[in-house]
């Protein structure tokens, strides 16, 4: 009677499912024997949410203690096969694995549960509390909103959305900053730390939906092939990491597209990361300086500060401006052609001008050797003396040559090797005046016995004229224009008239340019008009001339130099249209130079100065793989809730495999090979065929 009545007293705690009677029944059964397979059932009457249906239990024996009859109704240790109800909103409690039954009982624990093992009726037992009902209406509530989250793909839903958040932030992000300089990044975050930052909250977030779609996709798996139990492992390591998704996709044999496609998202899930720290770059551009002025030369009128016009008419102002304007000729000559000034100071690198046209010197040289007449006269057995004349001569007289053989007095008598003239011209039609160059050249030195025609020669002849010349894309460094060399564009200008250019008194260059007579020219494919002074364009060109009528002598008997600057050797040896071409540059460049240049007239047009500053630049081709992740793992998430609807929703619930436990054809298998360490249960679990199916007990994991 003391084992009933205690019985019936723990019994009192649950509440009676049918009439009292049905209660004292229950307690009464306590005390019953059975034999064989026959268990007695108890219903735990918590109520609809909280009650186990089937909860099947162990045989209790007769003569037990009270607290051992309890124990035996209480322990999932004399339980059976029979699976606890799917829909049940409160799982049974876990317990710890690690505790035989002596230990669980000390730790005031429910003992572990032994699949297909009963309980010995003579181990000590002590009775253990059952779990309180909640009769609290608030908490019972609020738990049933829980339940409703947990019921439905609510989170992976809310994860997905979360993940797609962060993904369309850093499209706006990128596209807020591109092209924009780094200085003017607002945020104290970098932009490589902030784009880390959206992109690990997009792959975290993304992969709560990805391995909760993996844990339920096991169980529908299995509701709908008969696999290895084995596979159960395979997709639970699946949805913890690239490496089990690995496995997945080379040992699932079944077709199993959703699963196989989220283990090869979760696998692609690795190079986010790195994909990221690629989608920034840094590049060094030009950025404008705006409170900074540069300024290039630019020669509109040409008053000459070398070629002051005196008080008489083709006199000169002594001036020092001469020697400038005379060394700057010779240095051009001899290849230092001297460069415009640019204002282009600090903290600038660069600077730039779009298109520039200026007043210049250009010039033109041919070869005419093909078209010479050459009148000799003279003992063809000492030497000749030959007049050189080409069509179109502009200078004034032939050039002529004097050559020797070697009976006049051996290779001591003296030879002519080269000689030039220059001198201005005026065209008579046009009234353009120029000045008209041509050169003859001996290209065989090696003196004959007798002569009979005149030795081989080059002739030249050619002009330099006033012109335009249009700089385009002009960019300089502090050191000065990149490209120095560039001749620009050239067109000539056509004369148009002279006249006198007055000045009021105020003027503070009238004592220069009171009274000037200047040129007018025109460039005829816009119209412009560009002046000079008379004094110029005639005094300009008889300089000149000068310096470019030369000869070279050639003679082994010693001579005597009487020419202070002897250009005629160098005339003979260099290249004469590099030589013209350097020329008409120099002079160029001196008439539009800011400083120490020859034009009291220049102007100044000002370009743009820049400085190398850090760009923000986005490379769209690495944001490709994070997007198109995002959008497969939202794209399966819709996929598998659809396919699973109607189903119910554990995913990677652990209680679901007590929910669905394994028959006794699975257990006796997995016993009968007596696992005893992960990879032996792994191997037995290979040889197992199970299939999740619904029956009258409950939804099962059956063998196959």
């Not at 502009?394 to 009976?407: G, K, S």
């Amino acid at each position: 009677m003391e084992a009933t009545d205690l019985g019936s007293k723990r019994l009192s705690h649950r509440r009676p499912v049918g009439s009292p009677e049905s209660a004292t029944q229950e307690g009464a059964q306590l005390n019953g024997s059975a034999s064989g397979d026959d268990w007695t059932r108890l219903s735990l009457g918590f109520d609809n949410n909280d009650h186990l249906h089937n909860g099947g239990y162990g045989n209790i024996r007769s003569g037990s203690s009270p607290e051992q009859q309890y124990l035996h109704v209480h322990s999932p240790v004399s339980q059976p096969s029979s699976p606890v109800g799917f829909n049940q909103d409160r799982p049974a409690r876990p317990v710890s694995p690690l505790l035989d039954d002596d230990e669980a009982i000390a730790m005031h624990t429910t003992p572990r549960f032994h699949p297909g093992l009963t309980r010995d009726p003579s181990e000590r037992s002590i009775p253990v509390t059952p779990p309180k009902q909640n009769t609290n209406p608030a908490q019972r509530k609020k738990r049933s909103f829980g339940d409703k989250l947990n019921g439905w793909w609510w989170w992976e839903v809310a994860a997905a959305s979360l993940s797609t958040v962060c993904m369309v932030l850093l499209l706006i992000l990128l596209l807020l900053t591109n092209d924009t300089p780094l200085e003017k990044w607002p945020l104290p975050i970098q932009p490589n730390s902030l784009i880390a930052v959206l992109t690990t909250g997009a792959k975290t977030t993304m992969m709560v939906p990805v391995a909760a779609c993996l844990s339920q996709l096991k169980w529908r798996h299995y509701s709908r092939y008969t696999d290895k139990l084995q596979q159960l492992q395979v997709f639970d390591d699946a949805s913890r990491g690239p490496w089990g998704s690995f496995i997945m996709i080379l040992s699932l044999r079944k077709r199993a597209i959703l699963a196989w496609s989220l283990a090869f998202v979760t696998i692609v899930a690795l190079g986010i990361d790195p994909s990221a720290q690629q989608i920034l770059d840094f590049p060094l551009r030009d950025s404008e300086l705006t409170n900074l002025t540069v300024a290039l030369g630019q020669s509109g009128n040409y008053l000459s500060k070398a070629f002051i016009e005196g008080p008489r008419t083709n006199t000169l102002e002594p001036t020092s401006g001469l020697l400038r304007w005379q060394a700057a000729l010779l240095n051009g000559i001899s290849g230092s052609i001297l460069q415009p000034d640019i204002s282009c100071p600090p903290p600038a690198v660069s600077c730039s001008w779009p298109e520039l046209t200026t007043l210049g010197m250009c010039h033109s040289l041919q070869n005419v050797t093909a078209q010479v007449s050459t009148n000799c006269t003279g003992n063809t057995a000492t030497g000749m003396t030959c007049e050189y004349d080409w069509p179109g001569r502009e200078i004034t007289d032939p050039i002529e040559m004097f050559h020797v053989t070697q009976n006049a007095g051996g290779t001591k008598s003296p030879t002519d090797l080269f000689r030039s003239a220059a001198g201005l011209s005026i065209n008579k039609v046009t009234s353009e005046s120029y000045l008209a160059f041509g050169a003859v050249r001996v290209t065989n030195t090696t003196l004959p016995r007798n002569m009979s025609i005149p030795p081989a020669t080059d002739i030249f002849a050619g002009r330099l004229f006033w012109c335009t010349r249009t700089f385009t894309n002009i960019t300089a460094t502090l050191d000065g224009l990149t490209d120095p060399d560039d001749p620009g564009t050239v067109e000539e200008l056509s004369f148009v008239d002279k006249f006198i250019r007055n000045f009021s008194a105020e003027d503070p260059r009238e004592d220069i340019l009171n009274g000037t007579f200047y040129s007018m020219y025109r460039q005829n494919s816009t119209g412009t008009s560009y002046n000079m002074s008379i004094s110029l364009d005639e005094q300009m060109w008889f300089s000149l001339a000068k310096y470019l009528t030369r000869e070279y002598v050639f003679s082994l008997r010693p001579t005597q130099t009487t020419e202070e600057l002897d250009l005629g050797i160098f005339l003979y040896l260099d290249d004469l249209e590099r030589m013209f071409g350097r020329l008409a540059m120099a002079m160029t460049n001196l008439m539009r130079n800011i400083g120490a240049g020859d034009n009291a007239e220049v102007l100044t047009v000002n370009g743009t100065a820049t400085f190398k500053e850090a760009f923000i630049e986005v490379r769209w081709a690495w944001l490709v793989l994070p997007m198109v992740e995002i959008f497969l793992a939202v794209a399966i998430l819709v996929a598998v809730i659809i396919v699973t609807r109607g189903e119910e929703l554990v995913k990677e619930s652990v209680i679901a495999y007590m929910v669905y436990p394994g028959d006794d054809r699975v257990r006796e298998c997995l016993r009968a090979q007596e696992p005893r360490n992960l990879d032996q249960m792994s191997e037995a679990a290979k040889k197992v065929n199970v299939t999740l199916v619904r029956g009258p007990e409950g939804v099962r994991l059956l063998g196959g």
